[in-house]
């Protein structure tokens, strides 16, 4: 009877096991290889640039800070770019890596796996058109016929113009954008592509704080992110519309103190979001079966 009555009695209920998501730990390796990355790049621009100082004097007719034979002053500033060089590909390898296992090992929440992809594209595309843009500004001569030729051209173009004659965008592009402008523009989208990526992957950061609810982690991102356009838009800003400042050493280092600290809060801020996904993985429940 009792068999009977437990087989008519309401069924427990099912206990849904919490979501477990995995590949954050592979997610927390690729930041901190990201910021491994970074620094390399950091510390061999100062070595490189401190190499490079000790045997090149800074104004004609002074000394260098190392009194070497002139061979070996080129021996050591060669080796100030060597080492900028050989280390900026090993740490912008180790960066892609690090965002590489972002992308596969990223959920789809909060957007968090597109917007790394987004992010690696334009980090791909900027070096690729800055490549580009060298190669057509290295391919261009200047023509002594060219400097001839301008006035000609300026009084054609005012001959049209008092005849009411007006072309179309892309015929008038054809005729005056020369290879010199488009290696400007080419610099131009590298530069703006870079910047995306940098604004792109600080939203990844930020998704990533959001999957673990973390919204201090939230907060501090964005707030970095205003600082980041801030200081960047009002240096572009003085630097053109008081190109005097250039020549003005207090500003310049205040300027570079003003990006160095920017860098080292780039550092802290992806550090504090892989120290949510570690806390969040302690916290998580194990999977089924392991």
Known sequence: MSTVAQSFASPRPVVEEPRVELGWQEVGSGLLRIVLGYSLSFIALVGGIGLIL?????????????????NYAELIALAGFGVMGIAGMVSYAWIMVGKWRCLMNAPERQHAKWLMFAAMT??????????MSASLGGAARLDPRDLDEKPVAASKAKSHAGRGHSKGFVEGTSEHL?????????????????????????????????????????????MYLGFSLLLGGG????????????????????????????????????????????????????????
């Open 54 to 70: 000790l045997v090149t004097p800074l104004h004609d007719g002074e000394e260098t800070f190392l009194q070497v034979k002139r």
């Open 122 to 131: 334009c980090l791909a595309m900027g070096p690729a058109l800055g490549g």
């Open 178 to 222: 020369t290879i010199r402008d488009t290696s400007g523009i080419l610099n131009l989208a590298s530069g703006a592509i870079g910047l995306l990526s940098g604004v792109l992957f600080l939203l990844f950061l930020r998704a990533v704080a959001r999957c673990f609810e973390d919204e201090a982690r939230v907060r501090l991102v964005e």
């Open 235 to 290: 240096s572009f800003f003085l630097l053109l519309s008081q190109p005097k400042l250039t020549m003005n050493g207090s500003f310049l280092l205040a300027l570079a103190g003003a990006w160095l600290l920017e860098f080292i809060l780039f550092l802290v801020v992806i550090l504090a979001v892989r120290g949510t996904i570690v806390r969040g993985l302690q916290n998580q429940p194990a999977p089924l079966g392991a």
